[in-house]
């Protein structure tokens, strides 16, 4: 018998067997410790002064865990990017604390903030940001020679994978102005995921894409959650992209109106999570039941 602790943060597949179970080979799925990697409490956020000030947050508090997808939704102007920029340590809010993989980021310094951010954070904006100069492969290849120091060789070989995951391998010698839209949305994932962050924060990245291209997106970035542990949250106006995720956050005038789990369909190999330490608790993963992997954030 295997320890489970050797198992934490690598893939196994748990396969149901008459009752028993026995554990084998690599296979993605998530197991995370039921503790939020993210928490906003009580944030105020208000921009002008004077008698032109106004509060966009208005004291949200909320959790969000590990291997998650959370949609952040809301009618326009309810403060849903404010949010987002102030959960991920790009706005400061006026009051009010974010705690990230038990840190308090507004109490970083600059320094300290910059390299948390580089560490754990990535970002995927509608205008994509791409370097209009570099080819697909470069703009992955640049985020890990720059963020982790990261050796051309061992850096060309992940970004490869990663775009190979993306279904872009026959893109990557592309720059951005030969590229569709989808393409180039992509291959801006591609750079958020390549670095395998703990936080994935999307501003609409669906908006500008048609439904087929937005699937794909919102696929990779479940993807990203479920497989990698990742806490992914994501600001959206649609509709459709609710049945991908595990959590929607409603916001209007500022304030947290509901938080709905979506639900996911029974996980069948229970015997897969038995003799689990208590800390840790399955996510159900759609369309297949016998897929577990055990994540720790804070390794
Ligand atoms: N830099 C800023 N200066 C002044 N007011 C701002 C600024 N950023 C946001 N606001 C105001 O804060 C409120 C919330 O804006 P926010 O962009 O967070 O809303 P949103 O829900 O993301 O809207 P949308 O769905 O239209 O993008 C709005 O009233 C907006 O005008």
């Known amino acids: 018998m295997i320890p489970l602790s050797r198992y934490l943060g690598?893939?196994?597949?748990?396969?149901?067997?008459?009752?028993?179970?026995?554990?084998?080979?690599?296979?993605?799925?998530?197991?995370?410790?039921?503790?939020?990697?993210?928490?906003?409490?009580?944030?105020?956020?208000?921009?002008?002064?004077?008698?032109?000030?106004?509060?966009?947050?208005?004291g949200v508090s909320a959790d969000f865990q590990p291997g998650e997808l959370n949609l952040l939704m809301g009618p326009s102007g309810s403060g849903k990017s404010t949010l987002l920029a102030v959960l991920s340590g790009l706005l400061r809010p006026d009051t009010g604390t974010v705690g990230a993989l038990g840190r308090d980021v507004w109490r970083m310094g600059e320094d300290e903030m910059e390299r948390f951010r580089l560490r754990h954070c990535s970002y995927i904006f509608q205008g994509y940001n791409l370097f209009p100069a570099l080819t697909a492969r470069e703009q992955l290849e640049i985020v890990l020679k720059w963020g982790e120091g990261c050796p051309a060789r061992e850096a060309r070989c992940r970004a490869d994978r990663v775009l190979g995951q993306l279904g872009l391998s026959k893109k990557a010698h592309l720059r951005p102005a030969e590229m569709s839209g989808g393409e180039k949305q992509r291959v801006a994932i591609g750079r958020a995921l390549v670095k395998n962050p703990s936080f994935v924060f999307a501003d609409e990245p669906t908006s500008a894409l048609d439904w087929e291209n937005g699937e794909q997106v919102?696929?990779?970035?479940?993807?990203?959650?479920?497989?990698?542990?990742?806490?992914?949250?994501?600001?959206t106006h649609d509709p459709r992209l609710t049945?991908?995720?595990?959590?929607?956050?409603?916001?209007?005038?500022?304030?947290?109106?509901?938080?709905?789990?979506?639900?996911?369909?029974?996980?069948?190999?229970?015997?897969?999570?038995?003799?689990?330490p208590s800390a840790y608790e399955h996510t159900p993963l759609r369309n297949n039941s016998l897929r577990v992997r055990l994540y720790d954030p804070q390794e």
């Not at 919102?218 to 600001?235: C, F, P, Q, S």
Request: net charge negative; proline share 3%; charged share 25%.
């Open 218 to 235: 919102i696929n990779l970035l479940t993807e990203t959650a479920r497989e990698n542990g990742a806490m992914v949250l994501v600001v």
């Open 10 to 58: 690598r893939l196994f597949r748990g396969e149901a067997d008459g009752g028993g179970l026995s554990l084998v080979q690599d296979a993605p799925a998530v197991i995370c410790r039921r503790e939020p990697a993210l928490a906003g409490v009580d944030l105020f956020r208000s921009f002008g002064s004077g008698e032109t000030r106004s509060y966009a947050l208005k």
């Open 243 to 276: 049945p991908f995720a595990d959590r929607v956050f409603e916001l209007a005038d500022g304030q947290l109106q509901s938080e709905t789990e979506i639900e996911t369909e029974s996980f069948e190999a229970e015997a897969c999570v038995s003799g689990l």
